[in-house]
C-alpha cells in the first residue's frame, strides 16, 4: 500500500510517523496537566478525601490571604531589584571585557563559572556567609575590619535581598557572554565612522552600542525576569528552618504553591496559585516585549 | 525568539575573534585590573567552598583561604555515609537519559518541522512552542497526581518523564536544520535512503555543534534540578544530587566543613567539564541563548 | 483546672508490607507493645510507658524521677496536629515578631492563638 503512494503522501506518512511519539508526549505531559491545573483550581481537595466543586472559592481566599499579598510583593521584588541590577552589571562588565586582549580568555571563564553551578549547592554556601559571627565569613570579614554585624538572612529587611544576591551572581556569567555575543555582533565600520567623525565614547555608547543591543538586552530582561518570578532553590535551602521566613519576608509565589501543596495538601488552593503565576509571567513577558519592541 | 534574526547568525563565532589592538595605556591596564579583581570576586564562593571543605573543623570560622592543614577527612567522612554515592549515581543516571532523549527527540521533532511539508505542520508548531510559555510550577501538582496514579512516585522514571522533551530543544534544533541545504536531503533520497536514515547519517552531523549544546543545556539543567525530583521522590535512595544535599545540609546544622563538602561534591564535576570543554560550552550557551 | 503537656509516638505497619515483612513486623509491634518491652523503654530511655497497666504499677508510680510524671498523666493533653509544619509555624511567627519586629508578646501571642484557631476551624469545617 505504501509503495501506491505519491512522494507526498510518502512525506506526509513518514512526518506524522516521526511526531507520534512527541504528539503523544506533549498531548499527555504538557497540555492535559495543564488543563488539569485550571479544573484543580477550582476544586477543593486534599489529597485524601473527595473532591469537591469550590467554584471560585480558591481565588477568593487568595484574594483575602495576607499572607499571598505578602507572597506577590516579595515575587515582584526579586524581579525589581534582580533584573535591572544583573543587567548592569553584566553589561558593564561585557562592555568592558569586550575591549581586553589580554588573558581575555581566562577572565571570561572567571565570570562564566558561577553559571556552572547547582543553585542548592551555592544557597548553602552563601547561607554559611551570611551567618553571623564567629560562623559566617561575611560577618567575620567585619568584625576583623572592626565594621558592626550585618544580620543577613535574620531580618525582615536585609534577608531577600540576600537570598536573591546568590541568584544574581549565578546568573551574571550567562548574561555577560550573551552581551558579548551582542557587542562582537555590531559591525565595525559604526564605530569606525564615528570615530572618524570624533564622536565622545559616551555618545557612541548611547547613539550606536546600545540601540543596536536592543535585541540582546530585550533577549536578556525577559529571560532573567522569567527566572527571578520562578525563584525557589535558593530562597528553599537557605530558609529550611523557618521556610520563607523570617515572618514570610522571603517567600516568593512558587514556595507558597509547594508549601500549600505538599505540606498542606490544599490542592486546589495551590493550582489556584499556580494559575496566578501563569497569568503574571504571561503578563510579564508580553508587556516586556511591547514595551521594547521595535519602534 | 525574534531576537535570533537580528544578530548575525554566526555570532557565536565572533566571540572567539580578538579585540583590536591597542597600546597599553593606564586605562587599559586600569580596566583589565578592575575586570579582574571583580572575575576574582566572581569565584570566590566557589573557592571558599572547596578551601572549607578541605579544612579541620576547629579552622572553619577562621577567615583564610588556604587551609593551614589541608584534609581530605571531609570528604572521607561524607563519602563513608553511603548516601552521597547513591544520590551521584542516579543524577548521573536522571541527567544522562534525559539528555540522550532530548537529542534524539527534539531533533527529529525539529527537522520533521522543519524539512517536510505536510497539513498541520503550523499548528503542530505553534502547539508545541505555546508550551513554552507555561510555568513547569504549574504542572508539578498534575504531575503528581498522575504519578501517584500510575505508581511513578518515587521512580527513575517518575524523575525523568516530565523533561524527556522540551519546546526549547525543538526549536533550538529546527533553527539550526533550516542551515542544512535540501539539495543534500533530496540527492539522499535519490540515492534510495530512507527518511529515518536521511535524518540520521545525512542531517544529523551537519548539526553536530547544535546537539552538543543542547546537551550540555539539558544535562545542567537536569544535574542541578530540584523543585520537581525534591516533590517525587521520598525514600533517601532515590533523591538526586541537590535533593540530597538539601536535607543533609539540614542534618549537618552547624557542621558547616561537611555542608561545603557535599556542595562542593555537586558542583565540581561540572565545574571540570566546563574547564575541559570552556570554549565549546561558551559557545553551545550563546548559540541556545540567541536561537532558542 | 489542672492540666500537663504530653506528647506520644505512634509506630503502624505501612499497608504496602506483605509476606514474610508484614509478620515481622506484626510480631514487632507485639513486642513493643508488650508490658515488658514499655518497663525496659522506661527504664532505659526514660521515656514513659503508654500503658496504664506498666505505668501505674506501684513500683514505677512511686519511683523517685518518673513517679511525679507518670502521675501527671491522668490529666495531661497532647497538642492536636492537623498541620505539623503550619502549627510549628504560627509559633516561630510568633517568636520573630517579637524579636525581629518588636512587636508586644502579649499582642503577639493573641494573633498566634488567633491564626491556630482558624487553622483548626478550617480543618475541622472541611473534614
Not at chain 1, 147 to 166: D, G, K, M
Not at chain 2, 83 to 103: C, D, E, H, K
Amino acid at each position: 500500500m505504501y509503495r501506491n503512494l505519491s512522494i507526498k503522501q510518502k512525506q506526509i506518512v513518514w512526518a506524522w510517523g516521526f511526531l507520534a511519539i512527541p504528539i503523544l508526549f506533549y498531548v499527555i505531559i504538557r497540555f492535559y496537566p495543564t488543563g488539569n491545573a485550571m479544573v484543580i483550581s477550582f476544586q477543593d481537595w486534599n489529597l485524601l478525601g473527595s473532591r469537591t466543586w469550590a467554584g471560585w472559592e480558591n481565588y477568593a481566599k487568595l484574594w483575602n490571604d495576607p499572607v499571598f499579598w505578602k507572597v506577590f510583593a516579595n515575587t515582584f521584588l526579586y524581579l525589581i531589584i534582580g533584573t535591572p541590577v544583573s543587567l548592569v552589571i553584566s553589561f558593564v562588565v561585557a562592555y568592558h571585557l569586550d575591549k581586553l586582549r589580554f588573558m581575555h580568555g581566562f577572565l571570561r571563564m572567571l565570570y562564566f563559572l558561577p553559571f556552572m553551578t547547582s543553585a542548592v549547592a551555592m544557597a548553602w554556601v552563601w547561607r554559611w556567609f551570611y551567618q553571623p559571627v564567629p560562623i559566617g565569613l561575611f560577618n567575620n570579614f567585619l568584625a576583623d575590619f572592626g565594621i558592626p554585624q550585618i544580620e543577613f538572612l535574620r531580618s525582615t529587611t536585609n534577608a531577600l535581598p540576600a537570598v536573591l544576591a546568590p541568584a544574581v551572581w549565578a546568573g551574571l556569567g550567562f548574561q555577560i557572554i550573551i552581551f558579548m555575543a551582542g557587542l562582537r555582533a555590531i559591525p565595525r565600520s559604526y564605530y569606525e565612522a564615528a570615530r572618524i567623525d570624533g564622536v565622545s565614547t559616551w555618545t557612541v555608547l548611547w547613539e550606536i552600542t546600545l540601540p543596536l543591543l536592543r535585541p540582546t538586552i530585550v533577549f536578556i530582561v525577559v529571560f532573567s525576569s522569567i527566572g527571578f518570578l520562578r525563584i525557589f532553590d535558593h530562597v528553599f535551602n537557605m530558609t529550611t528552618n523557618d521556610p520563607g521566613g523570617p515572618l514570610n519576608s522571603t517567600k516568593p509565589l512558587v514556595l507558597m504553591i509547594y508549601q500549600s501543596a505538599f505540606t498542606d495538601f490544599d490542592m486546589g488552593y495551590a493550582a489556584a496559585q499556580t494559575v496566578v503565576l501563569f497569568l503574571v509571567l504571561l503578563a510579564v513577558s508580553l508587556l516586556q516585549l511591547w514595551l521594547l519592541r521595535d519602534r | 525568539m525574534a531576537v535570533a534574526e537580528e544578530i548575525r547568525a554566526s555570532s557565536e563565532t565572533l566571540l572567539d575573534t580578538k579585540a583590536p589592538r591597542k597600546p597599553a595605556n593606564m586605562g587599559q591596564i586600569l580596566r583589565w585590573l578592575l575586570l579582574f579583581l571583580g572575575g576574582i570576586a566572581m569565584v570566590m564562593p566557589i573557592v571558599y567552598m572547596i578551601s572549607t571543605s578541605l579544612k579541620w573543623p576547629h579552622e572553619v570560622y577562621n577567615v583564610n583561604l588556604i587551609p593551614n592543614e589541608p584534609t581530605l577527612e571531609n570528604y572521607t567522612f561524607v563519602l563513608e555515609d553511603g548516601r552521597f554515592y547513591g544520590w551521584f549515581i542516579n543524577s548521573l543516571i536522571i541527567a544522562t537519559i534525559t539528555t540522550i532523549s532530548n537529542v534524539l527527540f527534539d531533533s527529529l521533532v525539529g527537522y520533521t518541522l522543519c524539512k517536510f511539508r505536510f497539513p498541520g505542520r503550523y499548528i503542530i508548531f505553534i502547539a508545541i512552542l505555546s508550551t513554552l510559555m507555561i510555568p513547569t510550577e504549574m504542572l508539578v501538582i498534575p504531575w503528581y497526581l498522575m504519578s501517584q496514579q500510575f505508581g511513578w512516585l518515587d521512580t527513575y522514571w517518575g524523575i525523568m518523564f516530565p523533561g524527556l522533551m522540551t519546546a526549547f530543544g525543538t526549536f533550538l534544533m529546527k533553527q539550526f536544520f533550516e542551515t542544512v541545504p535540501d539539495d543534500f536531503i533530496e540527492a539522499a533520497r535519490i540515492d534510495g535512503l530512507n527518511e529515518l536514515q536521511i535524518w540520521w547519517t545525512v542531517a544529523m552531523p551537519l548539526v553536530k555543534p547544535a546537539l552538543a549544546a543542547l546537551a550540555i543545556f539539558v544535562f545542567l539543567g537536569n544535574w542541578t534540578a530540584f523543585i520537581w525530583p525534591l516533590i517525587v521522590t521520598n525514600s533517601v535512595e532515590m533523591y538526586t544530587l541537590p535533593v540530597g544535599l538539601s536535607t543533609f545540609g539540614d542534618e549537618a546544622d552547624v557542621q558547616w566543613e561537611l555542608i561545603m563538602t557535599g556542595a562542593a561534591i555537586s558542583t565540581i564535576p561540572t565545574l571540570i567539564v566546563f574547564l575541559i570543554f570552556q570554549r565549546f560550552i561558551i559557545r553551545g550557551v550563546v548559540m541556545a541563548g540567541l536561537k532558542g | 483546672m489542672r492540666s500537663n503537656y504530653s506528647s506520644y509516638w505512634v509506630n503502624a505497619i505501612t499497608t504496602k508490607a506483605e509476606g514474610e515483612k508484614y509478620d515481622a513486623a506484626v510480631k514487632f509491634m507485639q513486642y513493643v507493645t508488650s508490658d515488658e518491652a514499655m518497663q525496659i523503654w522506661l527504664d532505659v530511655v526514660g521515656e514513659l510507658p503508654a500503658k496504664p497497666s506498666v505505668g501505674l504499677t506501684e513500683e514505677n508510680a512511686n519511683n523517685e524521677v518518673f513517679g511525679p510524671f507518670i502521675k501527671g498523666l491522668a490529666y495531661a493533653n497532647t497538642t492536636k496536629f492537623v498541620n505539623e509544619s503550619a502549627q510549628r509555624q504560627i509559633l516561630v511567627d510568633m517568636v520573630e515578631r517579637v524579636n525581629l519586629a518588636g512587636a508586644d508578646p502579649a499582642e503577639s501571642l493573641a494573633e498566634a492563638a488567633a491564626a491556630e484557631q482558624a487553622l483548626l476551624d478550617e480543618f475541622y469545617a472541611s473534614n
